[in-house]
C-alpha cells in the first residue's frame, strides 16, 4: 500500500490524494458550434429528466398502493385471528 485509499485515487478534487492535482478540463476552441451543441444536449438531457420523474412518480404511486393494500391484507387477517370467540 502507497497510504492513499481507494476514495483517494479517484477523487477528482485538487485536495484529494492524487498526484498531479485535480480534475483534467478541456476546453475546444469551437465557439458557436460548441454553444449549440451544449444547448442541444442540454434540452435533451432535460427531457430525459422529465422522463425519468414521470416513470419515477408512477412507480412510486404503484408502490404506495401495493403496500397499503398489503398492509390491509395483514391487518384483516390478524383482526380475523385474534377475534375468534
Known amino acids: 500500500m502507497n497510504g ?26 469551437g465557439g458557436a458550434a460548441s454553444n449549440s451543441n451544449t444547448a442541444k444536449y442540454k434540452e435533451k438531457f432535460g427531457q430525459g429528466l422529465d422522463k425519468t420523474k414521470s416513470v419515477a412518480s408512477s412507480g412510486f404511486k404503484k408502490l404506495k398502493s401495493g403496500s397499503a393494500m398489503g398492509f390491509r391484507w395483514v391487518k384483516d387477517k390478524y383482526h380475523k385471528t385474534t377475534n375468534k370467540h
Open 4 to 29: 492513499a485509499s481507494w476514495a483517494d485515487q479517484w477523487d477528482n478534487s485538487a485536495k484529494g490524494g492524487r498526484i498531479g492535482g485535480g480534475a483534467v478540463v478541456k476546453s475546444s476552441g
